[in-house]
């Protein structure tokens, strides 16, 4: 079995393999080559603790395992250790033994941001020159660097619950050469991209904040009760998600679901329209909608990227188990 610790994952990984990743894991999905097991999740009556298992098999990439961890809310305080925690098992699929064990931490964050990006890519008008943030905590960085990549921006604008957090974003923007704007919420209409990333359990981002051929992709929403933006945009919106299961049980959708503004069926897999199934975007002024709940496979797809890495490199200790 390798072992690839947490410290080892940000030498290793980038965020070219984890967008590549993450984009195959999503067509696989779309085509029926993988699916996600039922989600664990449990408050564990001990350190305020949520804990659970999100696993899943890719039987094209043969990728096998799950991702074990939660959340902890007294870490930082108590112990100085990051409140999220989780590490990625791999098995071989032909025997079920295990063949890897990788920190799950950055990962997690990697394969997030990877998958509004690859959102951006097929579903972004391709003029697209705004981008707009909602939210700028820990997550926020991350989408922001991985969305730049993917349309010629020449502007950065945000708006966060906590307004004294933003210079976190804005740090990011300038960093790449973007100039960056504060806003206030309805001065989203100047966005062609919109990115929310909060924690929030009402909606910010309103229906008349977002303006005709805008894509947004809303990645805070993956419990039940959260809600980022307004329900009734969705049902004006061509919405995408990673997995239909999820979006409408736990994702941004569930609001507009359990509303009657939308149902099941006006939800596409975004690994359609990677796989060519379904044309994504067809007009310049469309909204398109990506609900990002995040998968197990997601993780399991980028595990197995940096496994490969290490083995490449020459760094993954071994053991035998
Ligand atoms: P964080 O705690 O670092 O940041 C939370 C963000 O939410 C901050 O910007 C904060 O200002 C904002 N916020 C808090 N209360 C709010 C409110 N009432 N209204 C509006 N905004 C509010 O968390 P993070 O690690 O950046 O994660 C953000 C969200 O993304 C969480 O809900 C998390 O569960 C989710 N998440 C989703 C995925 C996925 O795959 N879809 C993956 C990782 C995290």
Known sequence: ????????????????AAFDAVEKIFAAMASGDAYNFPVVREAIGHEDA???????????????????????????????????????????????????????????????AAASSISIKHLARADAKI????????????????????????????????PEMLPKIEKVALEAGIPFEAVALPGMRDADVIVSITSAFAPSLMDDHVSPG????????DTKGKQEVEASLLAHSLVFTDEIGQSISIGEAQ????????????????????NGTHPGRTSDDQITLFDGTGVGLQDLAVAAAVVDLAVARGIAAEVDF
Not at 255 to 274: T, W
Request: proline share 3%.
């Open 255 to 274: 609001h507009a679901v359990a509303k009657g503004l939308i149902s099941e069926s006006d939800i596409a897999q975004l690994g359609a329209v990677i």
């Open 131 to 162: 981008i707009g943030m909602i939210g700028a905590g820990h997550q926020a960085t991350f989408q922001l660097c991985a969305a730049l990549e993917q349309r010629n921006f020449e502007k950065v604008i945000g708006w966060n619950y906590h």
């Open 214 to 221: 805008t894509h947004l992709a809303c990645m805070g929403t």
């Open 1 to 16: 079995m390798l072992i690839i610790p947490e410290r080892n994952i940000a030498d290793l990984m980038t965020r070219e």
């Open 50 to 112: 949520l804990y659970g298992f999100k696993g899943g098999f890719d039987r094209a990439g043969l990728t096998l395992g799950l991702k074990a961890g939660g959340y902890w809310p007294n870490n930082l305080d108590k112990r100085g250790l990051i409140n999220h925690q989780s590490t990625v098992f791999l098995f071989d699929p032909d025997t079920g033994k295990p063949s890897a064990m990788v920190g799950g931490n950055l990962l997690t964050a990697l394969r997030t």
